[in-house]
């Protein structure tokens, strides 16, 4: 039905940058909202940030003015942007797919596989 793939994530210093992607595929119409979440050990997962398909953003407190999510509809693809990286970033970071309306139906939700991001001070 869908294929999600996220793009790896890495080790970055403290005050560097990283760019996730997360690329959805397989005859699909339209996807409503996208977003990001992560999970540290020994925490709960939490929101990271949100896009609706008409483009309107939510973060976390804790990530804005330093991350900014963005997407590109016509290729089902979402971005997170981080920069000005602390090491409390460090986490498995999962993309989050909400609605995917395609020619086999309706996916309420889909999460991708995570991908590891840790930063060192």
């Known amino acids: 039905q869908v294929q999600v793939v996220e793009s790896e994530g890495g080790l970055v210093q403290a005050g560097g940058s990283l760019r996730l992607s997360c690329a959805a595929s397989g005859s699909i119409f339209s996807i409503s909202a996208m977003g990001w979440y992560r999970q540290a050990p020994g925490q709960q997962r939490e929101l990271v940030a949100t896009?609706?398909?008409?483009?309107?953003?939510n973060y976390a407190d804790s990530v804005k003015g330093r991350f900014t999510i963005s997407r590109d509809s016509a290729k089902n693809t979402v971005y997170l942007q981080m920069n000005s990286l602390k090491p409390e970033d460090t986490a498995v970071y999962y993309c989050?797919?909400?609605?995917?309306?395609?020619?086999?139906?309706?996916?309420?939700?889909?999460w991708g596989q995570g991908t590891q991001v840790t930063v060192s001070s």
């Open positions: 896009i609706t398909r008409g483009g309107s953003t």
């Open positions: 989050y797919l909400d609605r995917i309306y395609g020619a086999w139906g309706t996916i309420p939700a889909y």
